[in-house]
């Protein structure tokens, strides 16, 4: 069963901290993506990455890096954590059109 | 670009009474076209798809979809709604070179009342 974990369900960090989510695929998928979940605005992708060590810009990176060093693994990073970032953050993987989604990070900074 | 709208931010259904919720898209050339939904504490699960063919597309759960290219719209249906099916549901197309990529809909909350 195709199976996309993410490293915790809920997470609360204070402002000014550097903050990783990790996710981890089983599908042996190319691509990676992250995106954050905000009410009434859906889904806005931060970062995609379609092989190892690649990564491209998403709509609202501003604030965001990421790193694959694997092909099975891909990091959110939040070099300097801020309110406004805030938000459930979804990891997701494909490989052609369908996408599986993680369960979802719930980040509350403070 | 290829966009998505969802109307309605939220729906209200009794249970056992028909639900639709609705999508209208915005592509050049031939739509792809999807559902996801999001049950409470859950990531996004895949529902259906419209790739081509026949317009009524059969999905997971109960769920169909109805592709209308002149209304430029695909609503999802199901025929009696359960209390279950209460969720968060994202129309979807995909874009870039391999269709690799989603735009999403903002999601619509659909309520379900015994």
């Known amino acids: 069963d195709v199976k996309v974990t993410q490293s915790s369900r809920y997470l609360v960090k204070r402002t000014g901290e550097k903050v990783f989510l990790e996710c981890v695929q089983d599908?042996?998928?190319?691509?990676m993506f992250w995106y954050r979940q905000d009410p009434g605005l859906g889904l806005r992708l931060i970062y995609f990455s379609y092989d190892v060590k690649m990564k491209e810009k998403g709509d609202i990176p501003e604030g965001y890096s990421v790193s694959r060093e694997k092909k099975e693994r891909f990091s959110l990073i939040l070099e300097s954590a801020s309110t406004n970032q805030t938000s459930m953050y979804l990891c997701?993987?494909?490989?052609?059109?369908?996408?599986?989604f993680g369960p979802g990070t719930r980040l509350t900074v403070t | 670009a290829q966009s998505v709208a969802q109307p309605e931010d939220q729906v209200n259904v009794a249970e056992g009474n028909p639900l639709t919720v609705k999508c209208t898209y915005s592509v050049s050339g031939n739509p792809y076209l999807f559902w996801y939904v999001q049950y409470p504490n859950r990531g996004l699960q895949f529902l259906l798809k419209y790739i081509t063919g026949d317009n009524l597309v059969k999905g997971s759960y109960g769920f169909e979809a109805e592709f209308n290219k002149s209304q430029t719209s695909f609503h999802l249906k199901k025929p009696s709604a359960l209390v279950s099916d209460s969720a968060l549901y994202f129309c979807a197309v995909p874009w870039g070179c391999a269709g690799n990529m989603l735009t999403f809909g903002g999601g619509t909350r659909l309520m379900v009342k015994p």
């Open positions: 599908m042996d998928h190319e691509n």
């Open positions: 997701a993987s494909s490989h052609r059109y369908e996408q599986y």
